[in-house]
């Protein structure tokens, strides 16, 4: 066994051994029984230190280790059963900065408060409360809520995430807890923003598999949106190695996501990777054989890649011509399937799955000098690396890819942009008499035939987008529109006041006085341009659209925008713009590293099983 195995895989691939031969500890001839260490047969220590070439006395002392825990195990759930007091078992992740041992147990009721719990954890390793994140069964456990509401339960699994960890640009502690609250309310107001809005800046559109933008209701979009921004944000804390603050953001987005149907998350392949992620998170913590919840995520993953990519990646392929990109996410997925089938002492089926991520993971492989070649070329290190991979490692037809690629994006842009700016305009427009919005292809038409905008846009309101009858109307009483044209005669805004002698120079012209006053009022008491309307018109004015149907003031009640603070504005600017790669394949780049370090590490561990 190699030299540098942790004294925790000494005692996972110790307690297999035991559990696959059912040696029970904490009986006779081990325990005694008041709880004290019995006999251990010579002949089982040198057995074990063969099989697993480790000196005889690190067996004897981790056999003692396992069966020390397994008695207290058992006095615990006695507690528990007797008096209510769970023991929890903590684990503090990564490199917080504690002055004792990263492991512990906390007894407490279960009807005490996530603060109660994580005051305690803060006490016992010294670190401030504050900067804590604590997670149990795949849930960030909230402060103000009962341990029992939140899916704790005795002998749960607790893992301690310190905001801290890895942050060597933050200047405090509280300042990482702080940027980590304004990033979900820069990410919530962004995410209540509309497509219509004047600010593509602070606008995030969701697109499918191609690029193209999805069309959801609006709250499913808002949910969306949060959950994705949120994903992105922990996704480039996982690219950095923060894989604390990471969690702690991909669990949020975990949660957004779950606000939607069943069906949408299914349907596509985020909400999957999404829990790979996580999953990679308990795996780079040291927690995957701890945490239930990274087995549950693995399964829901793999059937949605099978939904979403099709049985052999045949669905891929015919959406984007190639399936490699993806494969990256494959070696991920065999690799943590691996590991779990390891640790549930499946090991035929571990080192299968191994095998077949090691398989996968070579396929990928990219030449250096040749991702260089194409890098030199002024294209990016992320798109050069996934075309290459798509490309078998052809230079040239990988840039033909990045080219064709390029260009398909481009398209789509163009297209959407030109979308968003008809719909701006219709909001522009105002609505017809009927309530509907201005039809923007009618009204195209008709200002490519030369008529003002303004009074095409009159004439389509007032004849409920009918073509023909605007077309009437702009030909044949073209000064009917000017009475409801014109920006300046909004008679809503207007103080002033209509006198009796004002009313009394349109009368003397022959108008009847209700429809003068009405008139003056509509032209803010300009007596020149009142007569002239009305002359217009025949002593008769048209009605005018409601409020609401004037032009600029055509949002329903759902479609109000939400302007950002200037802080949420900073924020955003800050701490989520960064993080958002333009690339939106940026999360296939995956170097596959770290992916060829664990494989080696647990087919190391696997070997020495065999022996």
């Not at 066994?1 to 996972?12: G, H, K, Q």
């Not at 900065?97 to 954890?121: H, P, Q």
Request: charged share 30%; net charge negative; aromatic share 6%.
């Amino acid at each position: 066994m190699a030299s540098n195995v942790t004294e925790e895989e000494i005692l996972d691939l110790l307690r297999q051994q035991l559990n696959s031969e059912k040696i029970k500890l904490w009986l006779s001839p081990y325990t005694l029984e008041d709880g004290a260490a019995g006999e251990y047969p010579e002949a089982l220590i040198v057995k074990y230190s063969s099989s697993l070439n480790l000196p005889k006395e690190v067996i004897a002392e981790a056999i003692e280790n396992l069966r020390q825990h397994a008695v207290a195990k058992l006095a615990a759930r006695k507690k528990f059963q007797q008096q209510g007091i769970a023991t929890l078992k903590v684990k503090l992740s990564g490199n917080t900065d504690s002055n004792g041992s990263k492991t512990f147990d906390v007894e407490m009721k279960l009807d005490a408060s996530g603060f109660d719990l994580k005051k305690r954890i803060s006490d016992q390793s010294k670190i401030p409360a504050e900067i804590l994140k604590l997670i149990s069964c795949g849930h960030v456990i909230e402060d103000d809520r009962q341990l029992s509401h939140q899916w704790v339960r005795h002998n749960s699994q607790v893992m301690v995430i310190c905001l801290s960890e890895g942050e060597m640009e933050a200047r405090s502690q509280e300042e990482q807890a702080s940027r980590l609250a304004r990033t979900k309310d820069a990410a919530q107001a962004l995410a209540n923003r509309k497509e219509d809005s004047d600010h593509d800046n602070y606008f995030i559109q969701i697109a499918d598999q191609d690029g193209k933008p999805l069309e959801l209701p609006d709250g499913e979009r808002r949910a969306l949106s949060m959950a994705m921004m949120l994903n992105e944000k922990g996704r480039a804390c996982l690219k950095r190695k923060q894989y604390g603050e990471a969690l702690v953001l991909l669990l949020e987005a975990d949660g957004a996501f779950k606000l939607c149907r069943s069906e949408i998350l299914t349907a596509v392949d985020n909400y999957a990777v999404l829990c790979l992620d996580i999953v990679w998170c308990y795996l780079c913590l040291e927690n995957v054989s701890e945490l239930p919840d990274a087995e549950s995520r693995l399964t829901m993953c793999q059937d949605c890649f099978r939904r979403s990519y099709g049985d052999n990646l045949e669905r891929l392929a015919g959406i984007k011509g190639d399936s490699s990109r993806e494969l990256a996410l494959y070696v991920r997925l065999y690799l943590l399937q691996g590991i779990l089938a390891f640790y549930h002492q499946q090991h035929n089926l571990a080192l299968t799955l191994l095998n077949k991520a090691e398989t996968t993971l070579n396929s990928l492989q990219v030449d250096e000098s040749k991702l260089m070649q194409v890098v030199s070329m002024g294209f990016d290190i992320s798109e050069a690396r996934l075309c290459l991979r798509a490309a078998g490692g052809n230079v040239s037809n990988a840039i033909t890819k990045i080219t064709e690629r390029r260009e398909r994006k481009k398209e789509i842009i163009e297209k959407e942009k030109e979308k968003r700016q008809k719909k701006r305009l219709a909001l522009k427009l105002g609505k017809t008499a009927d309530g509907q919005k201005v039809n923007i292809e009618v009204y195209e038409s008709l200002v490519g035939m030369g008529f003002p905008t303004s009074a095409v846009a009159a004439s389509l309101r007032q004849t409920n987008n009918d073509l023909h009858r605007a077309l009437e109307l702009l030909q044949e009483q073209p000064e009917l529109l000017q009475l409801a044209t014109d920006p300046d005669e909004d008679d809503d805004d207007w103080k002033g006041v209509i006198t009796d002698s004002m009313i009394a120079m349109v009368t003397e012209v022959g108008f009847q006085p209700l429809i003068a006053r009405e008139a003056l009022q509509r032209y803010r008491g300009n007596i020149e341009k009142t007569v002239q309307a009305l002359f217009a018109c025949g002593g008769i004015l048209p009605p005018r659209p409601s409020k609401e149907n004037r032009p600029g003031t055509s949002r329903d009640n759902d479609e109000v925008e939400i302007e950002l603070t200037e802080e949420q504005k900073k924020a955003v600017e800050e701490l989520i713009k960064p993080d958002i790669p333009e690339n939106e394949e940026d999360y296939l780049d995956l170097t596959l590293d770290d992916e060829a370090k664990f494989i080696e590490q647990y087919k190391t561990m696997l070997a020495s099983l065999r022996k």
